[in-house]
């Protein structure tokens, strides 16, 4: 995120340089905003959270040319299914529940 905002010039950026056989270090302040590589952070940023939903294609084209609508519908249900189960699958077991105890006075 820091490097989108100096991109977009929020924040300033500092650069410490030395000249060429010198012990001399200058320091610099620049505010230059570059959009695109802000706009590329971000995206980066973004695919390194998974915000970011990646398509796929299941098959060649072509490859379910062949079916019928009702084949087709079947087949979709299947590979439903196979996602569902992998879902379960990664869901966190659930917390047991806490019992309350009575407490007599």
Known sequence: MRHAQVCL???PL???????????????ETHQPDASAANRAL???????????????V????????????????????????????ERQLRPPPAPKQRKVAIKH
């Open 59 to 86: 098959g060649k084209p072509g490859d379910f040319d062949h079916m019928a609508d009702e084949e087709l519908i079947e087949f979709i249900e299947a590979q439903g299914e196979v996602v569902r189960e992998l």
């Open 43 to 57: 995206e980066l940023l973004g695919r390194e959270l998974n915000l970011f939903t990646e398509k796929k294609e």
């Open 14 to 28: 500092r650069l410490k340089m030395r000249k060429a056989h010198s012990t001399d270090v200058v320091q610099l």
């Open 9 to 11: 010039g929020e924040i």
